[in-house]
């Protein structure tokens, strides 16, 4: 944004610097470059990182930045979706060097046009409006990997989801019903356990109450195969407690800080994996899609803002009441 | 032991209560039962289970017992070795509820005769004496396991073996450096470290210094593929620290007890693999004696006492003097 000899200028956001508001303004296009596309925006959706970006709680910060990593959008005829995850490189089991996330240190989706690696642009699924197309990319390509690439399951195995609410969660959840498992939930939120049991989870818990590990242990006494977890923290301990033999723990996020008091006893006897995963490499997402696609996936839309009304987004987002993606209308329908 | 109606005796350890000194003593052999072998012990070898076993720091003990878990043996006229880990199950990522290791409950190979399942039973290494071919089984097959089948080495990584001096750690050295792995080891001996590095090691820290985490991430600047530990406890975090990009870590003990201060960042952005690993099944044992037999690897044996000497051998173990596998002598040489 620094040129000035861009000659078309767009409408978008910009989170201008650290702790500052979300302003709408005008902006020059970003001119296309060798490898990137140039997209037309409909629709974009937030992620925390979005918001962990304006409060300048992010690494490799720069401002002014346009945020946003998820989008359906327009290239030419097409109507497309992306992987917000770009420059992976060539190792499936860890993103390379050059690796970065849409919109840090690239600007983001929060704007008429962004520019893709043309690699990262997918068909948006048929089955999905501009809304719900935008909302599928980062939560969807990082449950896809946390569980299916990292933990594989089988079907009929136990998983248990906890924090269900977020995108990665509730992507986790739909997921696994997909995959033939039976889905357990925890939520800080009543509200928020009967939702998920109202889309197919077999049971869940308050993980705000004490003992909430007892409960579950009632409801599934021997424990669970797959847990997916992005908390981390002093709860992670108990994960582990809850993990059957063989059991399989994918870590996608630290929001609880560091984990301590794991037993472990519990780890090695049990033969229990513990896999840290991070967003998808195109492998990843390319299966995701398909499972969308197949199983005609629809992400739960928790509220739809005009693009001008960002910071109203931001805040529901901050709030923690949202239930699902948050999504931004810049010109779709 | 409690039947009194058997017709053969023979001399044997037993452990005869909680803290109570090994006692070399005659007992009833006890009869060839359905699915088992009666296999006449040559030599026996000293786990740290067995020191446990004595201190009464193990899950479901018994006395008396007879102790051990290793043994070069004669099963009529072949030389065997046997997988001390009995009735895994069908299940290669875990083992079954029928579980058991040699040597509690059942009793073990401290004596003159032992009773153990056919499935168990291998030929011994041609390459090993019998103080040696007693030396591989319980520490080989857990080394191989955590480090092999779990950890799945490619050429070329870069391994950490901490606490080099224990049978499962000097285990990993050699199968890492049979697999072409850069080894690299920690122990609190300067001693034993000499001895690792002769052996084959790249370098080694003192891990009973302050900051050897840094000495070590000095040594080796961009950390380490995998991770063979048997430790746990408070270093465990540094160890997730050391852990390269898709580095995998692989816990099979847990002396130091809990694990704490992990940062969960570490874990998900670098996309590490823990992998928990106890003992290992029929495969594993296979794999790994495989690969004694094709890289004529050779146990490292710190020292060789007459079975009637057993105290003395628990007294070496308990020192942690000992720099490899203690060995008691029954009938070979």
Redesign the interface.
């Known amino acids: 944004m620094e040129a000035l000899f861009y000659f078309y200028r767009m409408k978008a956001i910009i989170l201008p610097e650290k702790n500052a508001r979300p302003s709408y303004v005008e902006v020059p296009e970003a001119p296309k470059s060798e490898g990137m596309e140039v997209l037309t925006v409909m629709a974009c959706a937030l992620n925390h990182r979005d918001l962990w970006i304006m409060k300048g709680q992010y690494a490799g910060l720069k401002y002014p930045i346009i945020p946003g990593s998820d989008a359906c959008a327009a290239l030419g005829s097409k109507r497309v979706v992306l992987n917000p995850g770009l420059f992976w490189g060539a ?1 499936e ?3 390379g060097k050059h690796f970065q996330i849409l919109g840090l240190p690239l600007d983001g989706t929060f704007a008429e046009k962004v520019n893709v690696p043309a690699e990262n642009i997918y068909p948006a699924p048929k089955h999905l409006d501009d809304m719900e197309a935008a909302a599928i990319g980062l939560a969807g390509v990082t449950a896809y990997r946390a569980l299916v690439s990292r933990c594989k399951p089988v079907p009929g195995e136990r998983l248990l989801v906890t924090g269900v609410g977020g995108g990665v969660a509730l992507f986790a959840l739909q997921i696994g019903l997909a995959c033939g498992l039976e889905v357990h939930v925890t939520s800080s939120r009543p509200e928020k356990l009967a939702k998920a049991i109202a889309m197919g989870a077999a049971g869940g818990v308050l993980y705000s109450t004490p003992e909430w590990e007892t409960k579950l242990k009632e409801q599934c006494c021997d424990g669970f195969d797959i847990i997916v977890d992005g908390y ?2 002093a709860s ?2 108990k994960l582990v407690q809850l993990a059957r ?2 059991g399989r723990i994918a ?4 929001t ?23 967003m998808g490499s195109q492998t990843d997402f390319a299966g995701f899609l398909a499972l969308v696609n197949e199983k005609k996936l629809k992400p739960v839309v928790d509220s739809v803002y005009d693009l001008h009304n960002a910071e109203a987004a931001f805040q529901r987002m901050e709030s923690q009441d949202q239930f699902g993606k948050i999504v931004l209308r810049v010109s779709g329908k």
């Open positions: 190792d089991c860890v993103q981390a923290g992670f301990a033999p063989g870590v996608y996020g630290g609880g800080g560091k984990m301590s008091d794991i037993v472990p006893q519990q780890i090695f006897w049990k033969q229990v994996s513990i896999f840290g995963s991070t």
